[in-house]
């Protein structure tokens, strides 16, 4: 008799997808939270299209069998306002023990998620419009966007509203919910492109032509992980364009991507399988309007696209401040300080952004200093120190089940240590700290990376800890990804390895840290 042949992951998905919409699970979640019964594997998978991931027993007790869940919210254009903080507040309180992170993709997650309190969960977020549909899953992810728009005096162009169409196009749309891989599209208003066009599989970047008119620079099948690729550029659209564009591409992506191998299946894998002339000659046949021409605009260092400190608001007698927090933690406590400071201020609402960050949309000019000041003392810089700025951590090992290494407190540790170590270093530094090979925290586009895996302590055992990646930036068509150094170390050794090159960076002769940092490369 002959062995079956063993499913595998790609085609095993492919399946799951095929034989019930992701979107579909919904009704299942509510039977399996009223009923209690054991929630079906498959369903498990469905769970994403609503935002959910099982996540890591690490932290959980021994003698609790619960099934619990990461479950991330989209933000829309990254906002939170008051009323919804206040409900997100409530849901980290009562039913996510006290957890809430930012997150890269300008949404929040929770973790340790029941089943049986999805439903509430969910009519809460409803109360405040907010949900978590789509924030997973083979499907247009949320939509991010510079998180001053419209407030920002030197904005190239308000895009608030071509976001909120492409989200309201996508959310729930059941023509994109089957799509080979996730899919993230970003637009751009910002003078300093600080959405991170080059790591989108669609962006769309706002650029005033000589005549003061606003068309938008189009870039297609960048990313990080398995899809490691700079955005290519290949041309341009008006704004009325920027929708039927992205429906078009996204129709490519899903009739044509790579489904057979899932390390294989984002937009830019199929740009590369196909060249891209062949991208854009299929893109042109599917759209009745016709690219413009493709010469490259100039794009800002990612070491500069960064919002911090107090700044005067288009709108009058408002400011907005633009807040560090450290790898994207927040928690109900943070989320509780937050509330309590914007009510005390006058401000109203609240945007992150894709550095894991915030910006204080609305304080009132006149006590905007006072409120960074009060923000400085529960943690919440205002005028962050060059280490704090730019630090980024995933899930990590507390809850993420692919993870080897713990990154939240490790990244929180090192940026404190490096403050006092360092107090008067002047030069800003991106920080990665990735508890995995993926690359959620984007490890690979930052002056220090910290790619977690197993390594070896003094006495040769396999411990979790990090390798060191250095050297990358974002800068279009000019953009670097870090490259690996060989250089090993355990959790614990991360400081004092930090501190070691930081202090021999500032004993050379080198006038950048990023060319010093890459004297470090493995040959």
Request: charged residues 25%; neutral net charge; hydrophobic residues 35%.
């Amino acid at each position: 008799m002959a062995k079956e042949k063993r499913e595998s992951k790609a085609a095993r998905v492919e399946r799951i997808k095929k034989e019930k919409d992701g979107l579909d699970v919904l009704q299942d979640i509510y039977v399996y939270a009223i009923t209690g019964e054991e929630v079906d594997p498959e369903d498990i998978d469905r769970f994403k299209w609503y935002g959910m991931y099982t996540q890591n027993r690490n932290l959980q007790a021994e003698d609790d069998p619960t099934l619990y869940f990461m479950l991330r919210v989209k933000l829309q254009g990254g906002e939170l306002t008051l009323p919804q903080l206040k409900i997100v507040s409530q849901i980290s309180e009562k039913y996510s023990r006290g957890t809430a992170d930012f997150t890269t993709r300008q949404d929040i997650q929770f973790h340790y998620i029941r089943v049986v309190d999805l439903p509430e969960v969910f009519r809460l977020l409803d109360t405040v419009g907010l949900s978590s549909i789509f924030a997973a899953g083979d499907v247009p992810r949320n939509v991010v966007s510079c998180p001053i728009n419209g407030i920002d005096h030197d904005e190239i162009a308000d895009v608030r509203d071509i976001v909120d169409k492409l989200n309201a196009e996508y959310k729930g749309n059941r023509l994109f919910s089957n799509l080979p891989r996730k899919y993230k599209i970003g637009v751009n208003g910002c003078s300093k492109n600080c959405m991170h066009h080059e790591i989108q599989d669609l962006s769309f970047n706002a650029v005033k032509t000589s005549n003061g008119k606003i068309q938008f620079e189009v870039s297609v099948g960048g990313g990080l992980a398995s899809n490691k690729r700079i955005a290519t550029h290949i041309g341009y659209v008006t704004p009325s364009q920027v929708v039927p564009l992205s429906k078009a591409v996204t129709k490519i992506y899903k009739e044509h991507g790579i489904r057979e191998n899932r390390h294989k299946a984002r937009l830019g894998h199929l740009i590369e399988l196909w060249g891209i002339e062949k991208f854009i000659e299929e893109l042109q046949a599917s759209i009745s309007f016709t690219l413009k021409d493709r010469a490259e605009i100039e794009y800002t260092n990612s070491r500069f696209r960064e919002h911090f400190g107090i700044h005067q608001s288009k709108e009058k007698e408002k400011s907005y401040i633009g807040c560090a927090l450290n790898s994207g933690h927040i928690g109900a406590d943070g989320l509780n300080n937050l509330i309590k400071l914007l009510e005390k201020y006058g401000a109203t609402s609240l945007k992150t952004t894709v550095t894991q960050n915030i910006i204080i949309l609305d304080a009132p000019t006149s006590n905007a200093k006072d409120l960074a000041e009060e923000l400085e003392k529960v943690e919440i810089s205002a005028f962050p120190s060059n280490f704090k700025a730019r630090v980024q951590a995933c899930t990590g090992l507390d809850f993420c089940k692919f993870a080897i290494s713990e990154t939240k407190g490790v990244s929180k540790k090192l940026v404190s240590h490096l403050e006092n170590k360092f107090p008067d270093f002047g030069e800003r530094v991106s920080i990665s700290v990735n508890g995995c090979p993926n690359s959620c925290a984007h490890p690979h586009i930052v002056d220090i990376g910290l790619m977690g895996g197993k390594v070896k302590n003094e006495a040769g055992e396999s411990v979790p800890g990090f390798e060191l990646l250095v050297g990358g930036f974002l800068e279009g068509s000019k953009s670097q990804f870090t490259q690996k150094t060989g250089i090993k170390f355990t959790q614990d050794d991360v400081n004092e390895t930090i501190e070691k090159l930081i202090l021999e960076y500032t004993n050379s002769d080198f006038k950048t840290l990023n060319e010093f940092l890459l004297t470090k490369v493995k040959a």
